[in-house]
């Protein structure tokens, strides 16, 4: 298991070092502290350590609670109207 210390996407770091599995250590605010080689996976760890050094983390933004209403075709205003009943 090779130690982190950054920002990690590990389905992203999987894809950016060869697509066969990686396994990843949390702490207890679900960060990745440690990650290492699936067991079915022949990649080494030299080379996963220079592949996480060269990775930077792409978050996917969280939809927000207007994002969410408008994929079932609401607004915010609509339901506050709804909620309230109208006033």
Do not use: C, R, W
């Amino acid at each position: 298991m090779i130690t982190v210390n950054k920002s990690i996407n590990l389905a992203q770091l999987d894809e950016e070092y060869n697509g066969k599995g990686l396994v990843a250590k949390y702490d207890d605010n679900f960060n990745i502290i440690e990650i290492g080689l699936a067991q079915d996976n022949d990649g080494s760890e030299e080379e996963l350590q220079n592949v996480i050094n060269n990775h930077i983390a792409i978050a996917i933004p969280e939809p927000t609670i207007a994002d969410k209403l408008a994929s079932v075709g609401l607004s915010l205003d609509e339901l506050k109207a709804a909620i309230l009943g109208g006033n």
